[in-house]
T-cell receptor
Framework: GAVVSQHPSRVICKSGTSVKIECRSL??????MFWYRQFPKKSLMLMAT?????????EQGVEKDKFLINHASLTLSTLTVTSAHPEDSSFYIC???????????FGPGTRLTVL | GNSVTQMEGPVTLSEEAFLTINCTYT??????LFWYVQYPGEGLQLLLK?????DKGSNKGFEATYRKETTSFHLEKGSVQVSDSAVYFC???????????FGQGTELSVKP
């Protein structure tokens, strides 16, 4: 089956620093990638939709200058949390969509802790 | 807009018990419906799906039937195992494709 990886799986950073999270589709090309945020014991909140070679589409209420998304190739999208603060601590999950049947495959998630 | 509502958890069952997790949806047109499972500390895995009314999705002993008349997609399993302990998410995607809309998740705990 299609595999999506995320790196790092876990990151701890100091307040005010920036953190980059990578999402890769390992054995297929992803026309579209999605970034979600999950709070403890809560559902997934879609942050943005990323298409290769174009600007990401952000959901209402998500700060595009805070959460920078780059989709430079058909197998890689990155999410950069800029000037991170403790309230940005969360579990971030990406998914990648194949072009064939539009099925989404999810990465294992990245646990971000901002001190 | 489209939305998904799941029964609240946590649900605690004994091994070999029957499981039902209710899911209802609101959507225009004919969405595709999904159940995802999330094991502790991991991302989501697709458990099963159905793309049109009366379709039954099934996998690993889990089943769900797309009921348009009741706008429901309840998840069932006849005999749960300890290894089924996880959070289960019901989701839909509109018939134009695009983003998934998730329910709030239901935590299942199966005791030996």
């Amino acid at each position: 089956g299609a595999v999506v990886s995320q790196h790092p799986s876990r990151v701890i950073c100091k307040s005010g620093t920036s953190v980059k999270i990578e999402c890769r589709s390992l054995d297929f090309q992803a026309t579209t990638m999605f970034w979600y945020r999950q709070f403890p014991k809560k559902s997934l909140m879609l942050m943005a939709t990323s298409n290769e070679g174009s600007k990401a589409t952000y959901e209402q209420g998500v700060e595009k200058d805070k959460f920078l998304i780059n989709h430079a190739s058909l197998t890689l999208s990155t999410l950069t949390v800029t000037s991170a603060h403790p309230e940005d601590s969360s579990f971030y999950i990406c998914s990648a969509e194949t072009g064939t049947n539009n099925e989404q495959f999810f990465g294992p998630g990245t646990r971000l802790t901002v001190l | 807009g489209n939305s998904v509502t799941q029964m609240e958890g946590p649900v605690t069952l004994s091994e070999e018990a029957f499981l039902t997790i209710n899911c209802t949806y609101t959507a225009t047109g004919y969405p595709s419906l999904f159940w995802y499972v999330q094991y502790p500390g991991e991302g989501l895995q697709l458990l099963l799906k159905a793309t049109k009314a009366d379709d039954k999705g099934s996998n690993k002993g889990f089943e769900a039937t797309y009921r348009k008349e009741t706008t429901s997609f309840h998840l069932e399993k006849g005999s749960v195992q300890v290894s089924d302990s996880a959070v289960y998410f019901c989701a839909l995607r509109g018939n134009q494709g695009g983003k998934l809309i998730f329910g709030q998740g239901t935590e299942l705990s199966v005791k030996p």
